[in-house]
């Protein structure tokens, strides 16, 4: 059954939920597309992913695609609308390949860089990258500027579902945006919840937040995610923007209290995973206390930025969570300074990819522990089974050969049983050798 937190927290099941399913695909009613659309229209396409070459968008766009629907990708990346379309996936992503080239054969998924593409299916997904600016600010602009390249192509009827992490009240923003344009199209935000390299299981395990302002927007969204996972949960817009950065700033707080209790017991000269796992064993209350490491990635530092900016400023917990977790790299090096004269040693960094068996370097910690071991050790050797956008990377073999100490910095299971008579400096104790340095 759907549902949703409603006002007071109770679960509500919207009536709507057992109307007749809204069919999609080649076979829908010849090639139109009525699914709630206020006039009929002749849709091409089912869907339309704005930004749909990127690590969220291409997941989705392959997920609806393989539900037998018909997808547009609409990106502003030449070199990605290519590879897409001749099949190749623009960044490693488990379980992708396949259907993604099921998908270009059978023509049901096609990328392009003419924004006129919008025009073509009542249902269009944004989900472009909402960084924050080098001076860690988030920008509610980002996608309203976006959109005002590609505004002109939409039409009435459309469903807009916004997809990316946005500041708290951009939905708002993005409405009224198309009222002054005159269009009638439903606005909805729909947060994606995935993690990278496991976003085709959990786009149809999860469930959806829908964060809809109307009653037709609401379920139009219902009506489309339906099609991919069994459980809606129905919000207010920013109630639902709000969820989507408090999901990722627990997280992120999450992993600092990991990275601080690391902290205290190795400066007291204790291994914080032998009193981790004795903490959590058969202790649920507990049991999701994360090992130590580093928290980095394109989400959840910058999340939890965006939810300090919208609270003025005001968010202790995080901005405490953002100083443990970044400092952690300037942490180990103090403690080889202490250890070894690390002027005169050559270190190896084992991992450079944000999180293990990825190949995305995006605000990846790795690059942060390099800088700082280039300015205070001897010399400095990075390798990394997944990436291959930094060719100044080494193989493994090299880097073991010539290195005096090792770092493993992102947990990748190669490493686990590395054969070296190097020290290794290992706080994920993926060598389970303890994680004291
Ligand atoms: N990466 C994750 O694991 C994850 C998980 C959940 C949510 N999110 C959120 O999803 C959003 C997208 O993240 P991502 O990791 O996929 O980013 P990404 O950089 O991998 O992908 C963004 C894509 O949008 C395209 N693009 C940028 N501007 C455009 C424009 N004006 N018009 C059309 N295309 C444009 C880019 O070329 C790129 O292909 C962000 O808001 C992010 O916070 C990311």
């Known amino acids: 059954m759907p549902h949703g937190a409603g006002a007071h927290g109770r679960i509500q099941h919207p009536g709507e939920a057992n109307e007749t399913p809204i069919a999609y695909g080649p076979g829908a009613g010849g090639s139109a597309v009525t699914a709630g659309a206020s006039s009929r229209v002749q849709w091409t396409k089912d869907v339309v992913v704005i930004g749909g070459c990127g690590h969220v968008g291409m997941p989705l766009a392959i997920a609806f695609a393989d539900r037998g629907l ?46 006129a593409l919008v025009r073509e299916a009542e249902n269009v997904v944004v989900v472009i990258g909402t960084p924050v600016d080098e001076h860690l600010n988030p920008d509610p602009e980002a996608i309203p500027r976006a959109l005002a390249d590609c505004l002109q192509h939409f039409v009435d009827g459309q469903l807009m579902v916004l997809r990316s992490t946005v500041f708290p009240g951009v939905t708002a923003l993005v409405e009224r945006m198309v009222e002054r344009l005159g269009r009638k199209i439903d606005v909805v935000f729909c947060p994606e919840r995935i993690a990278e390299g496991r976003a085709l299981i959990e786009l149809v395990s999860l469930p959806q937040i829908v964060g809809a302002a109307s009653r037709s927007g609401a379920m139009r969204a219902e009506r489309l995610f339906r099609l991919l996972t069994h459980e809606i949960i129905h919000l207010q817009p920013k109630e639902a923007e709000l969820a989507k950065l408090f999901t990722n700033a627990w997280r ?4 600092a209290t990991a990275n601080q209790f690391f902290l205290i017991a190795n ?62 790299p300037l942490y180990l090096v103090n403690r080889l300074e202490q250890r070894y004269d690390l002027a005169s ?3 190896g960094i084992l991992g450079m990819s944000f999180k293990a068996g990825s190949d995305d370097t995006r605000s990846s910690l790795s690059y942060k522990l390099r800088r700082v071991l280039q300015f205070r050790a001897g010399r400095v050797l990075c390798t990394d089974p997944y990436v291959r956008s930094d060719t100044t990377l080494l193989p493994l073999p090299t880097v073991l050969a010539q290195a005096d100490l090792l770092v493993i910095a992102t947990p990748h ?15 994920w104790n993926l060598r389970d050798q303890g994680v004291r340095v």
């Open 345 to 347: 040693l050559c270190v």
């Open 70 to 115: 018909r997808v547009g990708i609409y990106d502003i990346c030449e070199s990605a609308v290519k590879q897409v379309n001749a099949a190749q996936l623009p960044f490693d992503e488990p379980g992708a390949a396949e259907p993604l080239a099921r998908a270009i054969s059978a023509g049901t998924l096609v990328a392009s860089t003419d924004p």
């Open 252 to 255: 992120y707080i999450k992993f």
């Open 267 to 328: 400066d007291c000269g204790l291994d914080f995973e032998r009193i981790r796992v004795a903490i959590i064993h058969d202790y649920p209350r507990a049991a999701d206390l994360p090992a130590a490491g580093f928290a980095a990635g394109p989400c959840l530092f910058k999340d939890t930025m965006q939810l300090a900016a919208f609270n003025d400023n005001n968010f202790t917990l995080g901005h405490s969570a953002m100083l443990i977790n970044e400092g952690l």
């Open 413 to 427: 299971p190669q490493y686990a049983d590395l054969r070296t008579d190097k020290p290794v400096v290992d706080v």
